[in-house]
């Protein structure tokens, strides 16, 4: 699939989003999607999305690119770094800042309750939560969503070494092993891989391949991103479509991605 034609399919699926809520302004009660009808009852109605991805490697990138789903909530209401919700659970006790790595310091039914309680809002569906930490945590988070029969979906970013700076070459070995032990953890329906050099050069095909794994999002666009930033400025992060080229990697730098 070619570039121009995922912009046609990412193009078309903005104008009917906006079509359809443009005519039922008039008639919100009887033509709503059921996916905007739903309201918080405990966490059976939401659908939680793990970006799972080490640090430095996009994933506020990716986070920002889902945020322009509506139906897709982020934790910048925290007013947390990056919005993630790390720092979070620091500031409730959850454990120290030097323990957040440690899966067994984590009470994920406590922190899941801090979440839904302090950083999102429970009237979207789709509920984000995007920090690094969470990738020496798989073990126990599938299992939490497992045996509480919440829907999940784990979001795998990955990059090619081409793009780490020398000093991180051994970080990057860590984590590949983090990110190989997902795939061997989280059942194929409910995770998908995203590769950071297709992320920012095409990001109209992440989009459709996104859009194609969850059709709930219903609408995602390149050019928006709802994300921003702790403190009274709120900074306001650039949306996929502009980020300059010379800020990522190409797939001429290497054969072939990895994590297939």
Known sequence: MDETKNKDIV???????????TNNNNNNDNNKKNITDIKYNGHRHHHYLIIFSPPDWGSTALEGLLSSSPHVDTMCKAKTWACEETWLLI???????EERWNETKTNWTRAYEIYHQYAWDNTKH?????????????????????????????????????????????????????????????????????????????????????????PDLNILNPNKNRLFGPGESNIRYEPLTQFKSSEHCTFQHYKEPLFD
């Open 126 to 214: 789709f509920l984000m939560d995007k920090s690094p930490p969470n990738i020496a945590k798989v073990h126990s988070l599938h299992r939490f969503f497992v045996e509480n029969k919440y829907e999940y979906s784990f979001i795998i970013l990955t990059r090619h070494p081409c793009l780490q700076k020398i000093g991180r070459l051994l970080s990057f070995q860590k984590y590949a092993v983090f990110i190989n032990d997902a795939l061997n953890v989280i059942p194929q329906k409910n995770r998908i891989i995203i590769h950071y050099e297709e992320l920012v050069g095409n990001p109209y095909a992440v989009s459709a391949k996104l859009l194609h794994f969850l």
């Open 91 to 97: 500031k409730h006790g959850l454990f120290e800042r």
């Open 11 to 21: 193009y078309k699926k903005i104008k009917n989003f906006v079509k359809e809520n």
